[in-house]
């Protein structure tokens, strides 16, 4: 993740807003995203072989965003701040987003072991 050192524009008051890199940002949100559409393929094909039928697949789905928004946090040393405006942009951005991509690899992946 790439990081702005510099935070404060007056010298770090504590009523100062933090200032960020908008090229850095984005790039961190690009990662967020990137590695939400990656792990909703790689979760959607594991439940797919696995089997998972209705809801729990959906569950298996969210179980895997929470792990990812988890990894997500310790890779930034629990420190959101720093990379990002807030801490919606780990555990909320891309949830939804991925969902579609999710569907699609499990129910394809089910098709193929389970039905063929």
């Not at 949100?29 to 998972?52: C, D, E, M, N």
Request: glycine share 12%; aromatic share 22%; net charge negative.
């Amino acid at each position: 993740m790439v990081w702005e050192g510099d935070r404060g524009a007056s010298g770090g008051a504590e009523d100062d807003l933090p200032i960020f890199n908008a090229e850095n940002l984005q790039s961190n949100v690009k990662s967020i995203y990137y590695s939400r559409t990656f792990l909703s393929i790689i979760g959607g094909v594991i439940a797919g072989i696995w089997g998972f039928t209705g809801f729990t697949g959906f569950i298996f789905y969210f179980l895997v965003m929470a792990a990812a928004s988890f990894g997500l946090a310790t890779q930034a040393k629990f420190s959101v701040c720093t990379y990002f405006d807030s801490w919606n942009r780990i555990f909320l951005d891309g949830i939804f987003g991925g969902l579609m991509s999710f569907v699609l690899f499990w129910t394809f992946a089910y098709d193929i072991v389970h039905i063929f």
